[in-house]
Structure formats: C-alpha cells, structure tokens
C-alpha cells in the first residue's frame, strides 16, 4: 500500500523530531530552519493490540504489523507559493502525499527559535493553509484558462458536442473552487458531488487533501492551552515527541485519515496484519499479498479476529460455525483474519 501522509509545518516546529520519533530513523533535527532538503520516507508499524493477541493464539514464529508511510517535508515560511524558502519543493512534495499531518507548535523555549518571531498555533495553520490556497488558485487559473480555450474553439466549431459538454461542466466546477480559494477557504471545506469531486481529485489540489492538525508539547516546557479547534476546524492530536505522549494515537489517526484499515492472516509460520484501502472486496484485499490471490481468486475464507479469539482456535471456530466462506464481491472488514483460495 503506497500511500503516505506528509508531515507539514513551519521551520522549527518539531517536524523532523517528531518524524525521528516516528520512525527511528535519523534525520536532521537541528535548531534552524530548512534543515530538512529532501522528503525522508519512514514506514511505521500501526500499533494493534489484535495482531500480538491473535499471534499468541497461533503460536507463530514472527508477528508483522500493519504499516504506514510518513514523509518529512521541509519547511514553509510565508510566501512559499511565490517561491519564498523551500517554497517550490515544499509545494511539490506536498502534491505528492495522499494526506497532511500539519504540525504546530504550542510550547514556549527561548532556546528554539520561531521564525514568526513568536508560538501563535493559530497564526502558524494559518499561514500554512493560505500557502495552500494560493497555490490552488494558481492550479485552478491556469486550468480554468485551459478550458476557455477548449469551449471557445469547440463553440466556434460546432462539434465534438460530448467534450464541449464535459469542458462546460469542468469550468463550472472548478469557477466554484475557485470562488472558495477566493474566500481563504481550504478547497476541502467546499460542498461538491461525487461527480464534481472526480473533477477536483484531477488536479490534485494541495488544499483538498485531508489534514490532520498536530500539536507539539513539551513536558518540559510550558505550553500554550486553548481550544484551537473553535478558531481552525479539523481533529488535533496533542504530541510530545520527546517524551513519546500521543505518538501511538497520532499514527492511529493517520493510518485512519489515509482511508486505511487492516486484515490479518495467521497461522503458526507467522501473523500478519495487511494494509489495505477501506471498502476493499476480498479479491483487492488480496492483492496485498500477492496479485495472485486478485486474478486467480476463487473463495475466501473468513472470521473476524474478535470470533476467533473466543472459539480459541480455528478447529473451535469451524465447530461453532463461525468460519465463512466469502466470494468475489465480500468487502473486507477491519480485523477480518482471511485465507484466500485460489
């Protein structure tokens, strides 16, 4: 599963901190701004307290978490759409991740500098989300004077009425964006259908993403307190990257905000939790594993972790009935253990 979640955020804010924390790998982390050139790409494992129980139950040999893919991305200062700092390759790398885990800091050190002269987290999102705006204004203009090429020469010609159709309805849609952006609102607050939604996932809009708001804290270290959320919308997960506090719950959230979940296999050779997409049939579950189990698919057979654990094993499991047999058009559920025939 390719998906990833960016972390995002001023310079000095924690980002690559909090990545180290994640992932254990080393990264720079020091004290001044744009330390952080390159994406570093991190893969870390979902905490699952379902997959050591169900390993336990099977005796296995290994255990494999689910996992998840974070990136730490360099830092934005104002202006980044114009090209300020890092502001091109910041933008780039951000278009590239599926979601946004923005990081602010909320705790006060002299030692750390900020580079908004002050800790404002309200301030920080802001001007975050507003380097976002105007780089899908940018998008959205330049596609949007695409189109009016397109309809002009398909009026003037008077045919291919099916594309002049389509090109129609795409300048309607992204006009609405655009009034959005225009009124410093995230594309992803906007109200679309699932038709106009297709349209907008095309041009892969920085500001439509899903975004996860991060807040930095410190135990050793005051912190500045205030319900954030009544002045910027979005969940907040509260951090300590130093001390550990929050991380298990921030890569929860994260795998969660991706549209990710996860189904185990199991047996005495090893237990394994499997990340797949949300709403997945049991055939592109199984691709996970190998895209055998997609194109040679016959039958699955399926029990959710929670049953399994109560009949003890699988033999008690079948005994009771619990056992399913599940075809081509089953959509997988969380904590579902499954074997696929093929």
């Not at 995002?8 to 804010?13: A, E, K, Q, R, S």
């Not at 990545?19 to 330390?35: D, G, H, I, M, R």
């Not at 301030?123 to 940018?138: P, R």
């Not at 016959?298 to 075809?327: F, M, N, P, T």
């Amino acid at each position: 599963m390719s998906l990833s979640i960016g972390i995002v955020g001023l310079p000095n804010v924690g980002k690559s901190t909090l990545f180290n924390a994640l992932t254990k790998k080393s990264v720079p982390a020091e004290n001044y701004p744009f330390c952080t050139i390159d994406p570093s790409v991190g893969i870390v494992p979902v905490p699952d307290e379902r997959l050591e129980k169900l390993s336990k139950l099977s005796k296995s040999a290994k255990t494999i978490p689910a996992i998840v893919e974070f990136v730490d991305i360099a830092g934005l200062v104002k202006g980044a759409s114009e090209g300020e700092g890092l502001g091109n390759k910041f933008l780039s790398n951000i278009r590239e991740v599926d979601a946004i885990a923005e990081v602010v800091r909320v705790f006060k050190d002299t030692k750390v500098i900020h580079v908004g002269g002050k800790v404002d987290p309200v301030s920080d999102i802001e001007v975050i989300n507003l380097e976002l705006i105007l780089a899908d204004l940018q998008t959205v203009g330049n596609r949007l004077e695409g189109l009016r090429k397109e309809v002009k020469r398909g009026l003037l010609a008077r045919n291919a009425q099916a594309r002049d159709k389509d090109a129609i309805f795409e300048q309607e849609v992204l006009l609405k964006v655009e009034n959005l952006l225009k009124d410093s609102k995230m594309a992803s607050r906007g109200s679309f259908n699932e038709n106009e939604k297709k349209v907008i996932k095309g041009l892969h809009l920085l500001s439509a993403k899903p975004i996860l708001y991060i807040l930095n804290s410190s135990e050793a270290e005051e912190n500045i307190e205030g319900d954030f959320s009544s002045k910027v919308p979005g969940t907040y997960i509260k951090i300590d990257p130093i001390f550990g506090t929050g991380l298990d719950s921030l890569i929860s959230k994260s795998y969660e905000l991706l549209g990710l979940m996860t189904f185990f296999t199991t047996g005495e050779d090893e237990t394994r939790g499997w990340t797949i997409k949300q709403n997945s049939t049991a055939p592109e579950a199984g691709m996970a594993i190998h895209t055998d189990f997609r194109d040679k698919f016959i039958r699955a057979e399926v029990i959710h972790c929670d049953k399994l654990l109560e009949a003890g094993s699988y033999a008690k499991a079948r005994e009771k009935g619990w056992v399913r047999i599940e075809g081509k058009e089953y959509m997988v559920q969380d904590g579902d253990v499954v074997e696929f025939k093929i």
